[in-house]
């Protein structure tokens, strides 16, 4: 038989993952002026890394070790969970209350229980330069506020009640 080895595969651009430690996950990150071939290069590297992980909804950039304020947010299957792409993205609104029990790629093994808004609305801009707006609810709420924490060097971590240990919570 044949095996057959895609063209995307072979380019898929991974990059490793900074866990929590690192310092540079604490930093903030700076607003992108200019969407380049390099910018453009770490959303396609960032998202091939999301999509590398085994249940990851989202990155931040300085999870890859890039101090830039960039996003991806992917629900997978839930309609419009997206994927959202976004460059500088800002909470505009916020709204109501939200408990979530959060994971993070930077904090392997460990989740923890979060108060989030129920609601933001989120402006950005995406590759291609345009600005969009973003009304979200429930998980994807979560997700944008979660992963705009990571740009001012902030992991959920920081702002649990409580935290478990991810392996005990499979078991379940
Ligand atoms: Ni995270």
């Given at each position: 038989y044949v095996i057959v080895y895609s063209e995307r595969n072979e380019n898929m651009a991974q990059r490793q993952i900074r866990e929590v430690g690192?310092?540079?996950?604490?930093k903030k990150s700076r607003v992108v002026e200019t969407i380049d071939d390099k910018v453009k290069q770490l959303i396609d590297d960032m998202y091939d890394t999301l999509k590398a992980?085994?249940?990851?909804i989202g990155i931040a950039a300085p999870q890859v070790g890039?101090?830039?304020?960039v996003i991806i947010v992917d629900l997978g299957e839930?309609?419009?969970?997206?994927p959202y792409k976004l460059i500088?993205?800002?909470?505009t609104k916020a709204k109501g209350e939200q408990v979530c029990r959060e994971g993070c790629l930077s904090v392997p093994g460990l989740l923890g229980d979060v108060t989030r808004p129920k609601e933001v609305t989120v402006e950005a801009i995406n590759e291609e330069g345009k600005k969009v707006i973003i009304k979200a609810k429930d998980l994807l709420a979560i997700c944008l506020c979660h992963e705009i924490d990571h740009l001012d060097g902030i992991l959920f971590i920081d702002k649990a009640t409580e935290l478990f240990d991810a392996d005990a919570e499979d078991e379940e």
């Open positions: 690192d310092p540079l996950l604490r992980s085994d249940d990851g890039v101090l830039k304020r839930e309609g419009e969970g997206g500088n993205p800002v909470i």
